[in-house]
């Protein structure tokens, strides 16, 4: 009998711990948010992909002809230059390109900033002599990362024993 009573009294129990059906939109408080059961829904809408600013982007040691970096490298020898080029798809009036450089662990090294006036293609120079190890650059089109490349300077001697 005492078992029939424990199991009478865990039914009402649970039954009296059911949620209730969720308030309507007018009861609810103003700027809360109701979830919605989409679990029946049909779905037509496309999702986009976020907005693509840049072609390409290519860092590397050496210029092309057309001031563009010519070939990607992510190891360039100390005391070489290094440049980021950035193809924008769009250069509408107004848009400004930047380059953020720092080393690995986010310290600042070098910033620059172009006017673009309509032109969508911007190279970008490392400026000033940095030492040996890992660095990282992050190129902007207007406030919007567009790139971002990870390279390392290599000493002399590692220069040396890549070439032989």
């Known amino acids: 009998m005492l078992k029939y009573a424990t199991v009478a009294l865990c039914a009402i129990a ?7 059906e969720a308030p309507s939109k007018s009861k609810a408080a103003p700027g809360s948010v109701q979830p919605t059961d989409m679990r ?58 930047s380059a953020v450089w720092t080393t690995i662990d986010k ?29 990282r650059v992050v190129g902007y089109w207007g406030g919007n990362i567009a790139a971002e490349r990870d390279f390392e300077i290599t000493g002399a001697e590692k220069a040396k024993r890549k070439k032989g």
Do not use: W
């Open 40 to 97: 029946g829904a049909k779905v037509n809408e496309v999702v986009q992909p976020a907005p693509q600013f840049v072609d390409h982007a290519l860092l590397g040691s050496d210029l092309g002809a057309d001031g563009m970096v010519s070939k990607e490298t992510k190891s360039i020898a100390a005391g070489k230059p290094v440049y980021l080029t950035m193809v924008f798809r769009e250069s509408p009036p107004g848009l400004q390109a």
């Open 14 to 20: 649970l039954l009296a711990c059911q949620k209730s």
């Open 107 to 135: 310290h600042p090294v070098s910033t620059e900033r172009k006017e673009m006036n309509g032109s969508k293609v911007a190279t970008f120079a490392l400026s000033g002599a940095v030492k040996p190890g890992r660095y």
